[in-house]
Nanobody, 119 residues
Framework: QVQLVESGGGLVQAGGSLNLSCAVS????????MGWYRQAPGKQRELVAK???????NYADTVKGRFTISRDNAKNTVFLQMNSLKPEDTAVYYC?????????????WGQGTQVTVSS
């Protein structure tokens, strides 16, 4: 059984930084995609950043240049370094894992971690 456990959220002032981490336990194989999504109150969940097992990364335009996603394949862990945080970054951040199989994928989510940026 695959489980994702996030850590690193919290309260920070605008302009500050936070580093989120997500550790995956259970059976994991490649190729896979690990990523971070967020959901603010009253809004839909949106992609923040994702990284494929080969290292290709994608970012939402709203976080480009401020956030950096990385992964440690040996430890099945993905990180999100968030710098220059803005109040509009306030949301619950969810870790996501897609295990890619021929003809489909298995998707897993973490429980979410709150990030609050005060102005």
């Amino acid at each position: 059984q695959v489980q994702l456990v996030e850590s690193g959220g919290g309260l920070v002032q605008a302009g500050g930084s936070l580093n989120l981490s997500c550790a995956v336990s259970g059976s994991m194989f490649r190729p896979n995609v690990m990523g971070w999504y967020r959901q603010a109150p009253g809004k839909q969940r949106e992609l923040v950043a994702k990284i494929i097992s080969g290292g290709i990364m994608n970012y939402a335009d709203t976080v480009k240049g401020r956030f950096t996603i990385s992964r440690d394949n040996a430890k099945n862990t993905v990180f999100l370094q968030m710098n220059s945080l803005k109040p509009e970054d306030t949301a619950v951040y969810y870790c996501n894992l897609d295990l890619l199989r021929p003809g489909g994928r298995n998707t897993y989510w973490g429980q979410g971690t709150q990030v609050t940026v005060s102005s």
